[in-house]
């Protein structure tokens, strides 16, 4: 036998050692990736970091749930203050047009009765009623008091709708019809969702924040505007997600629909540019606020 064979044979056999080594490794990096990717969805935007169950400004600290601290970033359309991330009072324009209502929605089947509806044009807030514009309507004496998390820039909740409708008379608008805001999220090619067909990720709204899928834990919503990726095409946030929102009741009734879904919803369906809720206008839920509408 040649003296140099058992030289080669050991190079060989370390060669093979590497290789299966390298690949033990690439496999575990892989492995790692993935588990990461499935348990840390990307649920909130650039300038907002995951906090428990919350979606807070860069820098902020959680404390007994809510974002504390003056932040260093936030969501692309809240400014910083020293209360946390803060929406602007904006307005969007909503063009007029035919809403048309139906069950193309295979989940809306028996559910969605078909209608065509006409809608004027009109203005809607960009931003759900958070706790510091209700409080001001508080502080001058038109709008009852209700609870308030401590965080000025979350999403009222806990509202009936005639204390809804109570602070958009003080704005100076209404609540909107529940079909300019079924309007508003739809639009003339009715949307599935508020900012599209596809695509109900955790990115795109505050929803399954309770048990899940998006978090864990939550009691509340969150800031309003913190999800920038679910705009509509007008400019309006939160349609879907965080507060469902409470529509104008009919004259008379003691019911009224919210829509949109909330923070607590688990499935993705309650996000449906045609789901609501019919409920006693006097009905007073965490998961439940509201936005105004003006005339157009």
């Known amino acids: 036998m040649s003296p140099r064979a058992p030289a080669g044979a050991a190079r060989h056999a370390g060669r093979l050692v590497l290789g299966a080594a390298l ?3 690439l496999v ?3 492995v790692v990736i993935a588990r990461g990717r499935a348990e ?5 935007a650039a300038g907002m970091v995951a906090l428990g169950p919350r979606c807070c400004g860069e820098g902020q600290r959680l404390e007994a749930g809510r974002c504390t601290g003056r932040p260093r970033r936030c969501a692309s359309a809240l400014r910083q203050d020293d209360t946390g991330c803060v929406a602007p ?5 909503i063009a007029g047009g035919t809403l048309r209502v139906g069950p193309g929605d295979w989940e809306a089947q028996g559910v969605v009765p078909r209608r065509e509806v006409a809608i004027a044009p009109f203005v809607l807030d960009a931003f759900e009623i958070d706790e510091r514009r209700y409080g001001a309507c508080v502080a001058a004496g038109a ?7 401590g965080e000025p820039s979350r999403a009222v909740a806990g509202v009936t709708a005639d204390d809804a409708a109570r602070f958009c008379a003080w704005a100076g608008g209404r609540l909107p019809t529940r079909d300019e805001l079924g309007w508003a999220a739809a639009g003339p090619a009715s949307r599935r969702y508020a900012w599209g067909d596809t695509g109900a990720v955790c ?5 399954g924040l309770k048990t899940g899928p998006c978090g864990e834990g939550a009691v509340g919503p969150e800031v309003v505007g913190s999800h920038p990726d679910g705009v509509s095409p007008d400019g309006v946030y939160d349609l879907a ?7 104008q009741p009919e004259p008379g009734s003691t019911t009224a629909e919210a829509r949109g879904g909330s923070w607590a919803d688990g499935e993705a369906a309650a996000l449906r540019s045609w789901n609501r809720r019919e409920l006693d206008r006097a009905t007073r839920s965490p998961e439940i606020g ?6 157009g």
């Open 40 to 44: 840390q969805p990307a649920r909130c």
């Open 290 to 295: 509201f936005r105004c509408a003006y005339s």
């Open 203 to 207: 990115r795109r709204a505050a929803w």
């Open 23 to 25: 690949a033990a490794a």
């Open 28 to 30: 575990a990096l892989v």
């Open 143 to 149: 709008c009852g008091a209700v609870p308030f998390s």
């Open 89 to 93: 009072e904006q307005r969007a324009f």
């Open 241 to 247: 997600g965080n507060v469902a929102e409470w529509t």
